[in-house]
């Protein structure tokens, strides 16, 4: 009698567990979906409001240096699958050098440093989020030899699309100004990569529609308003950046002055 009804009582919590794992797919599915739907919309819908823009941009950049409009980088997307990330020329065409430029890089044409600043060279990566290799909110794509730094860490990050903006992307939206002039590359791989490693996986293990959503939200705000946004490095939480401030000498006194502050 007693074997029965454990037995009994073993089959209700497989029951159980059956359905929860069904339920847990069935909501994951509905997420993919609405985010489908979503990257479909306002990608489609911003390259239609932002044609002229384009445009305008793609031949001013035609018209200041010789070489294309456009180029495809080469970085590592979902499932570890190499793509082409569309984004305007901002470099004289067939340059070379580090994969990191700081904003005074000689081998940035005259507009390069305003296409860098204002992220409009990002515009053209609509086109990728249209065809499905990138979403508006993901991971940010890293070039495959930083990858091959931390292979296994990426596994999960690579599990989800990478994004035009999300977590790592408005926490190290100044990342250019805080990089070692003198090793940029070095400092990136050893100081700011393990960070943005960290952000990316809590991203990938938590990501969601609601996320999605209020990733955008916060990013269309720190682009209306011009202001850094914070991002909790176990929550994910995000809110608006206190400015940061630094001693600095005036003859013999000091004074506090607020400056652009590194990502933490």
């Not at 979906?33 to 793609?58: Q, T």
């Not at 507009?111 to 053209?124: M, N």
């Not at 190290?172 to 940029?184: H, I, K, T, Y």
Request: charge should be neutral.
């Amino acid at each position: 009698m007693r074997h029965d009804s454990s037995g009994t009582l073993a089959g209700w919590e497989n029951i159980e567990c059956d359905v929860g794992d069904d339920v847990s797919r069935a909501g994951t599915a509905v997420d993919r979906a609405l985010k489908r739907g979503l990257d479909i919309f306002v990608a489609a819908g911003l390259l239609l409001v932002l044609a002229l823009l384009i445009l305008i941009v793609a031949l001013a950049i035609k018209l200041e240096s010789s070489g294309p409009s456009f180029y495809r980088c080469r970085r590592v997307g979902r499932g570890g699958r190499e793509f082409g990330m569309l984004k305007f020329r901002k470099m004289h065409d067939g340059a070379d050098g580090p994969a990191l430029a700081s904003w005074d890089d000689e081998r940035f044409t005259r507009l390069g440093p305003f296409l860098a600043r204002t992220k409009l060279d990002e515009l053209p990566q609509l086109w990728n989020v249209l065809r499905g290799q990138m979403s508006l909110v993901g991971p940010r794509p890293e070039v495959a030899a930083f990858v091959e730094v931390h292979p296994a860490e990426f596994t999960i990050i690579h599990s989800v699309k990478p994004g035009m903006t999300g977590l790592c992307q408005l926490a190290f939206a100044r990342e250019s100004n805080v990089l070692d002039p003198e090793d940029r590359v070095g400092h990136y791989v050893n100081q700011i990569l393990p960070q943005k490693i960290a952000i990316d996986q809590l991203y990938a293990s938590q990501s969601s529609f609601a996320m999605d959503l209020r990733v955008l939200a916060w990013t269309a705000l720190a682009v209306l308003m011009r202001r850094e946004v914070a991002v909790h490095r176990q929550t994910g939480d995000l809110s608006l950046r206190a400015p940061r401030v630094e001693p600095q000498e005036v003859g013999t006194e000091t004074q506090q002055v607020a400056i652009d502050g590194a990502q933490a």
